[in-house]
């Protein structure tokens, strides 16, 4: 089974207050994130939880939910890396280019590796929506810490089968 994942999620409810790139997590924030974490220790064997990187904004919310889904997945500080161009008001070109790039075909030969990538609305909404329906729709709703689980052989807009797409409330 080569079939690529990336999981794509918008970062728990945060704290009010500026500049924005610093607002931290409300405890139900983190608990939102706890919830998904448990949810996927469940759905990730360990052999693929292994080849899993989270790639992750930032900004503290998103980093403080990759340490929650870290550590409710037992990943090592390697598996993680931030990535500067998965800001809020980012574009989403540069994002599907860097996904193209970073994430090659499993038919070269290379291990599958499962990706999640934890951002900011409008970014993951439009990310996800490109990916699974192609450039421009926005289809997919991401409440804070939603979570949407997409399939595909090329990471390119419209060409994603989307798995699964769940939210904290769903698993209360």
Wanted: net charge negative; with cysteine; charged share 20%.
């Amino acid at each position: 089974e080569n079939v690529m994942s990336v999981l794509i999620m918008r970062h728990g409810e945060a704290q009010a207050g500026t500049p924005d790139p610093s607002r931290e997590l409300s405890e139900y924030g983190r608990e939102e994130a706890r919830r998904i974490g448990c949810w996927l220790a469940h759905q990730l064997p360990a052999e693929r939880r292994a080849r899993l990187t989270l790639v992750v904004s930032p900004f503290t919310r998103a980093q403080q939910t990759a340490q929650e889904i870290s550590s409710a997945l037992e990943l090592s500080g390697e598996q993680q890396t931030t990535l500067e161009i998965i800001t809020p008001d980012d574009p989403l070109t540069p994002v599907l280019d860097w996904l193209q790039t970073h994430v090659p075909p499993t038919s070269e030969g290379r291990e599958p590796r499962d990706w999640l990538i934890i951002s900011h609305n409008p970014l993951v909404s439009n990310l996800a929506s490109a990916l699974v329906d192609g450039p421009g729709s926005t289809q997919l709703a991401f409440a804070t810490a939603s979570l949407a689980w997409l399939d595909a052989d090329v990471w390119a807009a419209g060409l994603a089968d989307l798995h699964q797409f769940v939210s904290p409330a769903e698993l209360a």
